[in-house]
């Protein structure tokens, strides 16, 4: 069964551009959730799709958003880029993101902003 | 609010020894899991083990076990006969159920880097 897959795996910006970055959970998996990791701030969540719904939402700006399709995929989007949106990005899948699920993580996407 | 805390910003270990990885946890709901993640240099986060709080024993998958103390809300890695591919970053984390539902969230310890020397 193929793992959870995020494209592109780099990406290089400039400050104030946007980026869009895709992720396909494994096979049967419905809920995704998104991660940042920076060395300053360590592993963060972003938000999480279950059904093409957000159901949680961690304390970032409104310039990062997300959205999730029919067949699970989903995108999550940077606007007007930082100096500081520098970092690894994960996305993990799970079977329906039940407590006794366990989140499964891609390759993470790492973005660099300059 | 939950927290993990991981002591230990890296060790080494000889291979084919054991070791243990270390990591507390904060919480005051009565439901809770933690997770081991292994990231490589490549980036990816590799699943190791999970104990539920509920479980009545440690967890064990292959190399890898958990000691689990809930009185001292500790949650230790151990990591039997180590390999030069256990080399890596290892997280601990815990499961936040932020809606109080069926959804969560991971909240990760800042992480252990381990090194496995020949």
């Known amino acids: 069964k193929a793992g959870v897959t995020q494209t592109p795996r780099y990406l290089i910006k400039t400050r104030g551009q946007q980026v869009t970055l895709s992720c396909s959970p494994i096979s049967g998996h419905r809920s995704v959730s998104w991660y940042q990791q920076t060395p300053g701030q360590g592993l963060q969540f972003l938000f999480e799709?279950?059904?093409?719904?957000?159901?949680n939402k961690g304390n970032f700006p409104g310039r990062f958003s997300g959205r999730q399709f029919s067949n699970s995929r989903s995108e999550m989007n940077v606007s007007t880029l930082e100096l500081g949106d520098s970092a690894l990005y994960l996305c993990a899948s799970s079977l329906v993101g039940r407590e006794t699920d366990t989140q499964y993580f891609g390759p993470g996407t790492r973005l660099t902003v300059l | 609010a939950q927290k993990i805390t991981q002591t230990q910003p890296g060790m080494f270990v000889q291979e084919k020894e054991a070791v243990t990885l270390d990591c507390t946890y904060d919480?005051?709901?009565?439901?809770?899991?933690l997770f081991w993640y292994k990231q490589p240099s490549s980036g990816e986060m590799i699943f190791l083990i999970y104990q539920g709080s509920y479980d009545q024993q440690n967890a064990t998958e292959g190399r890898y076990s958990l000691n689990f103390q809930k009185a001292r809300k500790s949650a230790n890695l151990v990591i039997s006969a180590s390999q030069l591919g256990d080399s890596a970053m290892y997280f601990c984390a815990m499961r936040e159920s932020p809606r109080g539902d069926s959804s969560y969230k991971l909240i990760f310890g800042s992480g252990t880097r381990l090194l496995v020397r020949p």
């Open positions: 919480t005051s709901d009565p439901s809770y899991g």
């Open positions: 799709y279950f059904s093409e719904t957000q159901r």
